[in-house]
């Protein structure tokens, strides 16, 4: 009998046991927990720590509160000037509101499909109002951050808040690249020979000027050395003739030397004339003057 007690009184404890750990349970820090009673939620848990619930008549629903990532497949865009963009994105995102997303949702990976549609369907919209050039360069933070605003408020019925929506690398397909950077080779290349002609044209009229400066400056300067060596000819015959005008004898002296000097060089120089010529009469007297005839009838000198 007393065996028969002790054991339905271990059955006793063990369901007791068993009934107390059912009903209690656990949520971590990066868990918010939705309880259920037959199917309806009568309760949301955030907070960290051990709580309570009905055995065998309550459920959980545990639901990540940490940021969820979610990573796009590359896909096509077409932008607002005809341009295909090789777009690849991610987003970024927390359940903000269990019951809603339980509700609509039920899973991390149904809404990771959902909001991959949201996503796309934001990023085709946007990117499709903008050009090549906003969508690569100019405008590349507005425009995610008006997909983010966009999907944001497609999301919000469902208890989801996005985060972040960023677009890792915004590019034309292979083909149109090459295309594209041939077109620009060619542009550079035509811009090239552009310059280089304009270079080209400057230079020829540089040097043209350069030309025309070199005749006008040597001009110049033979018209003012002429001037320069007018006036000093004009001088020396003022200063020979001053000189002259002083004392003639000297002055026909010194011409004759002068002269003598330059005709009677040593360079075998032969001169034919009458020794009676005015060009030697220094040569007949220290003075230049001519003798005097002898008189008629004189007997010449012995």
């Not at 007393?2 to 046991?17: E, P, R, Y």
């Not at 008549?57 to 932008?79: G, H, N, W």
């Not at 004339?273 to 008629?296: E, I, V």
């Amino acid at each position: 009998m007393k065996s028969l007690i002790g054991g339905a009184a271990f059955v006793v404890v063990i369901l007791a046991a068993f009934l107390g750990l059912s009903s209690l349970f656990t949520v971590s820090q990066t868990e918010q927990v939705l309880v259920l009673r037959f199917g309806q939620a009568i309760k949301i848990v955030r907070e960290p720590g051990l709580n309570l619930k009905l055995p065998f008549i309550d459920s959980v629903v545990r639901i990540d509160k940490r940021i969820l990532a979610l990573d796009l497949p590359e896909q096509e865009v077409i932008a607002s000037d005809q341009k295909r963009l090789r777009v690849d994105a991610f987003a970024r995102y927390k359940v903000i509101d269990p019951l809603k997303f339980y509700q609509t949702l039920g899973s991390v990976e149904t809404a990771n499909s959902q909001l991959a549609t949201f996503v796309n369907s934001g990023l085709r919209r946007v990117l499709g109002e903008s050009t090549f050039q906003q969508v690569v360069r100019d405008e590349r933070a507005q425009l995610m951050s008006r997909i983010r605003e966009t999907v944001n408020t497609q999301a919000a019925s469902l208890g989801i808040d996005v985060i972040d929506v960023r677009i890792r690398r915004a590019d034309l397909p292979e083909q149109n690249s090459q295309a594209i950077y041939q077109r620009m080779q060619t542009e550079r290349a035509r811009e090239a020979a552009e310059i280089r002609a304009q270079g080209q044209e400057a230079q020829q009229r540089i040097r043209a000027r350069a030309d025309r400066d070199v005749i006008v400056i040597t001009a110049e300067a033979n018209r003012a050395a002429e001037a320069i060596r007018g006036q000093g000819d004009g001088e020396r015959s003022a200063i020979f003739a001053n000189a002259y005008g002083q004392d003639q004898d000297f002055f026909a002296f010194f011409r004759s030397m002068q002269a003598y000097e330059t005709g009677l060089g040593a360079n075998d120089t032969r001169l034919v004339l009458s020794p009676d010529s005015d060009f030697l009469k220094y040569f007949r007297s220290p003075n230049g003057q001519t003798p005097p005839a002898p008189a008629l009838g004189a007997a010449p000198a012995q």
